[in-house]
């Protein structure tokens, strides 16, 4: 069987667990990985066939500012390209196409486009005053976590255009509806990322690059570093026990145990439920994770003879806003050399429960037929090679990409999200408070929590648990707002400024 023992096991062998395990033995410290399913990875899943060559059914894109992500890019010599969006984008409603270029799409006239951006500017303004560690601590937090995001858009959304526009955000960067998560919760999410423009853009943002040959790459490099002997597939955790003051006991399903000093969880926090805890969790922590859901989300990808949306000026990236199509969103999905044309179409949130029920020959069915309907192009509804993942099946996820929290979890239950439970540690992108969600808050919260124990059993000092290794070199374009962008009123400030024009006009006409 192997390893029965080390200093530190480490529950989870996606990036964020094999990060920590690569922190620990920099500092000579003996780990093992239990990992539940049959590979490394987690939520990052590439797969190979002669068909696709590979594909990412999970984790894909990497964000221009991710600065750890980076690092391990540039140490292990991969090579990344730029997902595709030099021809035009679409914006596809109800039957009506509408081609853009820039990170939102155009919909309505001026008065949509004040409102739009006044939502985007007001979501900024009030998401800087979120601490990125402490939420909860926030001026407004309470009235903020009592809030679903609906309710804000009801609030300060004029127009039909302002309503979708924050809508379509939550669905696409959340996989959930906005009418099911905390406000405080999306405002901290979106500053952890950088904002909303950077969470929604691909050149300079969230979706700026791919990795050749798929993302998994990177965590099969880190396991090459820790050392397949220190990890341990198909082991999925069943039983935690700290009752003993010198070791403790962790039990996997089939009854095998391992014993260790110390323990790191990277697993998402609804998994943790499904582990025993003795002595019990303390209340806080239980109660945690017992609210804590994941999103809904599926891809699907389809190949293609020609990329056919490039024939007709288009780079595949399409916002879908209608209820008959089940597609949300698409993306180009080909080989940075241009072979193999593939588009990607996300199903999120209602959608992807929605689909869920569906089998998969109706899914494929269903999002030909929606690709066909929005690119306007019958060579849609002949794709050569189809690929899905719906990540609400996969048991060891629940979901993805991460968590949804509904209102009042973080101001209740915040403070314990990386507080350990004596000699447990909490890891995984939910703990990071960086691109929380995304690879490269994987790989800071599974350094913060390696840190925790070196400094626990006096490696380090306490300054150096959050201390950034990150690639300093890394210059990424930023996002800029123009001056209009900064400075134009909101709906109601530009109908007030038309009333005092008016009524200014109406005295001059009388003098």
Request: hydrophobic letters at 40%; proline letters at 5%.
């Amino acid at each position: 069987m192997g390893k029965t023992s080390a200093d530190v096991i480490i529950i989870g062998s996606g990036i964020s667990g094999l990060t920590a395990a690569r922190e620990l033995q920099q500092h000579n410290v003996d780990v093992l990985l239990l990992e539940a399913r049959d590979r490394v990875g987690g939520r990052m899943y590439t797969i190979q066939n002669q068909k696709a060559k590979y594909v990412d059914l999970g984790a894909a894109y990497i964000g221009a500012t991710q600065r750890r992500v980076w690092k391990l890019i540039k140490e292990f010599g991969l090579q990344t390209f730029p997902t595709n969006e030099k021809e035009d984008l679409l914006y596809y409603e109800k039957g009506v196409r509408k081609r853009f270029k820039t990170i939102f799409p155009p919909i309505g006239g001026l008065l949509s486009w004040l409102d739009m951006n006044n939502i985007l500017r007001l979501f900024d303004q009030m998401g800087a005053e979120v601490p990125l560690n402490a939420p909860w601590k926030a001026p407004k937090a309470k009235e903020w976590d009592s809030m679903t995001v609906q309710q804000f858009i009801d609030k300060h959304a004029w127009t039909s255009a302002g309503r979708y526009l924050i809508s379509d955000s939550i669905r696409l960067n959340n996989t959930v509806g906005p009418h099911e998560v905390s406000l405080l919760y999306i405002l901290w999410h979106y500053r952890t990322v950088g904002g909303i423009h950077l969470i929604n853009a691909t050149e300079g943002g969230a979706q700026e690059q791919k990795l050749i040959g798929g993302s998994q790459q990177i965590c099969h490099k880190l396991a090459d570093i820790v050392g397949h002997e220190n990890i341990l597939l198909e082991s999925p955790v069943v039983d935690i026990d700290q009752t003993q003051a010198d070791v403790v006991v962790v039990t996997v399903l089939g009854g095998a145990k391992f014993k260790c000093k110390h323990v790191i969880v990277t697993t998402p926090l609804s998994i943790q439920a499904k582990i025993s805890y003795n002595p019990p969790l303390p209340p806080d922590r239980n109660q945690l994770i017992q609210r804590v859901p994941m999103g809904s989300v599926m891809k699907a990808f389809l190949y293609y003879d020609t990329p056919f949306w490039k024939e007709n000026g288009l780079c595949g990236s399409a916002n879908v806003n209608d209820d008959d199509c089940i597609v949300t969103y698409t993306m180009d999905n080909s080989a940075p050399d241009g072979s193999v044309p593939a588009l990607v179409a996300f199903i999120v949130a209602e959608k992807a429960r929605q689909a869920g029920m569906m089998t998969k020959e109706q899914r494929r069915k269903q999002v030909i037929q929606d690709l066909a309907q929005v690119f306007r192009d019958k060579k849609a509804l002949n794709p050569t090679h189809y690929e899905e993942m719906d990540w609400s099946t996969e048991q060891y996820s629940g979901g993805c990409y991460f968590l949804a929290l509904p209102t009042g979890v973080l101001t209740s239950f915040g403070e314990v999200l990386r507080r350990p439970v004596d000699r447990v540690f909490f890891g995984g992108t939910e703990t990071a408070t960086e691109w929380a969600g995304y690879m490269e808050g994987a790989i800071q919260a599974g350094e913060r929590a390696a840190r925790q124990i070196l400094h626990r059993q006096g490696k380090i000092t306490e300054v150096e648990i959050d201390k950034d290794h990150s690639d300093k070199d890394l210059k990424p374009k930023r996002l800029q707002m123009s001056f209009l962008e900064k400075n134009a009123p909101s709906v109601p400030g530009f109908l007030a400024w038309l009333s005092l024009a008016g009524l200014g006009i109406a005295l001059y006409s009388k003098l």
